[in-house]
């Protein structure tokens, strides 16, 4: 992979030599005479290496190496002089400057520059990407299967984490598609490299764009290469503008042909909320990189279409609240989870955690009840499934403890010999069916 390299002199004409091997060398060179020409050099495309003048004016006689250090602060920014560089090392240090050569450098001198600049940057997002993976991994929602549904798809994803196409995963928004993708990474023979996200609905198109390409062609970007090796998930697919879509579809058709230009080894893993073939239809979506796409395809179903997960989910999110708050445990009952059972949850998984944290938040006890939950779960429509027996069960106990109590003027000893239960027992009964006094 060809690297770019920027040279900041007043007198270009003193690099020339280095200029012409360098470029002998495969790299693309490019000289700036001035901080305006500089400045305007960084804005239009990335380079992996600048070399200033130590001395270069910038404005209100301060100089350009001040600017250039806030600006890239990843290590790619190498000071130049003419004195000894060796007496400039404390210098270097308090300016946060990554090293200081020569005045004109040999071309060799500006390739190990070159080398130790690509190390520090790869080491840096190396640590930034293991941060990331242990903040999602504290906070992710967890892949449940008791329903069928999940089962199937898990039974997918494991058919299709050995592979090396690109892959699609369809679901509605808060459904858990980027858990899916991470479990497909985790279960693949490149679980030991790097799993890189890209929202691409967040940011500027030249953000994104920045993100994903260097300079105006398909020239792998930051996120393509730390996804080198790995997997590279791509969320919101849709979301890209259609010129970067063509793009990547070119960049992702290359990385597979034999005898491209630019080798990346990599694994596509794209998702969306959205009907990418009507996109298509509509121009609304690149088609090439859809036929990248659609090779393989994992639907994530809404939590609607999965409530016997909803039990399992409750019990996860509940000990990670209990933990959180410094709880022996929290637990729910029975009619709080009926109202979670019956609810349609259109924010899925996501709505369903959020919830509970703030049902945690409410809690006078380690039982989560119905009083904790929203009003609007206890206004939702009740499943519509009209054979479940524990709903049916529980309306059923509901109505004898009310007409057992109309029966004795609400004289609870009473009404529990009429039930023949203990009065300890109904009184624990009108709390678990929330009936009230």
Not at 93 to 102: C, D, F, I
Not at 173 to 192: C, F, K, L, W, Y
Not at 279 to 285: A, D, I, K, Q
Not at 309 to 320: E, W
């Amino acid at each position: 992979m060809a690297s770019r390299i920027l040279i900041i002199d007043s007198d270009p004409a003193l690099w020339s030599g280095a200029q012409t091997a360098l470029e002998q060398a495969e790299c693309e060179v490019v000289c700036a005479a001035s901080a305006p020409a500089a400045l305007a050099a960084l804005e239009k495309s990335r380079f992996d290496l600048v070399l200033c003048d130590r001395h270069m004016p910038y404005r209100e006689g301060s100089a350009l190496a001040a600017e250039l250090t806030r600006r890239l602060p990843d290590g790619r920014c190498v000071m130049t002089s003419s004195e000894d560089p060796a007496a400039l090392a404390a210098e270097a240090l308090a300016r946060g400057w990554s090293e200081v050569v020569a005045a004109p450098a040999p071309a060799q001198l500006v390739l190990l520059a070159l080398r130790r600049a690509h190390e520090r940057v790869r080491l840096r997002r190396r640590a930034a990407l293991l941060e990331e993976d242990l903040a999602r991994a504290a906070s992710d929602r967890p892949i449940v299967a008791a329903s069928s549904v999940m089962i199937d798809l898990l039974e997918q994803v494991e058919q299709l984490a050995g592979r090396h196409g690109a892959l699609l995963i369809t679901g509605e928004s808060g459904s858990g598609r980027e858990g899916i993708a991470r479990a497909i990474h985790a279960q693949s023979p490149r679980r030991s490299r790097a799993f890189v996200t890209v929202d691409c609905a967040r940011g500027s198109d030249r953000e994104r764009e920045q993100r994903l390409f260097t300079g105006g062609g398909v020239a792998p970007g930051p996120a393509l290469r730390d996804a080198h090796g790995g997997t590279l998930y791509l969320e919101a697919i849709d979301a890209l503008p259609v010129p970067l879509q063509v793009r990547l579809a070119a960049a992702l058709r290359d990385a597979d042909a034999p005898d491209a230009s630019v080798r990346l080894d990599l694994r596509a893993i794209a998702a969306t909320a959205r009907d990418l073939e009507e996109l298509v239809r509509r121009g609304g979506f690149w088609k090439d990189l859809y036929e990248v796409l659609r090779a393989a395809h994992l639907r994530v179903p809404p939590l609607r279409e999965r409530r016997e997960d909803i039990a399992l989910l409750a019990d996860h999110f509940l000990a990670r609240a209990a933990v959180a708050r410094g709880r022996t445990q929290l637990t729910i009952t029975g009619d709080a989870l009926d109202l979670l059972i019956g609810y349609r949850w259109p924010g899925n998984t996501r709505e369903l955690a959020a919830v509970l944290e703030r049902a945690a938040d409410l809690a006078t006890d380690d039982a989560i009840s119905a009083r904790e939950l929203p009003r609007d779960l206890a206004r939702a429509p009740e499943s519509e499934n009209p054979y479940a027996l524990r709903r049916a069960r529980r309306a059923f106990e509901a109505d004898l403890v009310r007409r057992a109590l109309r029966a004795t003027a609400g004289n609870r000893t009473r009404a529990a010999r009429l039930l023949e239960i203990s009065h300890r027992a109904l009184l624990y009964k009108l709390k678990e069916l929330a009936l009230g006094d």
